[in-house]
């Protein structure tokens, strides 16, 4: 079993800076991809940005450019640097691990970004 500890998150400005941490816990997968996602109301999860152990990355294109995703394989901690934010950005943000065909969530943040 996986467990996924979030924090950070919270209310910021347009144009602000948050930063995103998760520290996974149990039987992980050393080629393990690391990610977070995000879900506004009323609309489906999404991916945000995602990290292989090697730290390739993926981003959403709306998010290129502002947010930034890395990783410690050695403490199993994946955390999502996220500048520039913008109101679209509001959304319920959730930590994955996909280890060994398996996708495990943490509880989600809410990230809210209003003046």
């Known amino acids: 079993q996986v467990q996924l500890v979030e924090s950070g998150g919270g209310l910021v400005q347009p144009g602000g800076s948050l930063r995103l941490s998760c520290a996974a816990s149990g039987s992980i997968s050393s080629s393990a991809v690391m990610g977070w996602y995000r879900q506004a109301p009323g609309k489906q999860r999404d991916l945000v940005a995602r990290i292989t152990t090697a730290g390739n990355t993926n981003y959403a294109d709306s998010v290129k450019g502002r947010f930034s995703i890395s990783r410690d394989n050695g403490k199993n901690t994946v955390d999502l640097q996220m500048n520039s934010l913008k109101p679209e950005d509001t959304a319920v943000y959730y930590c994955?691990?996909?280890?060994?065909?398996?996708?495990?969530w943490g509880q989600g943040t809410q990230v809210t970004v209003s003046s």
């Open positions: 994955n691990v996909l280890s060994r065909a398996r996708n495990y």
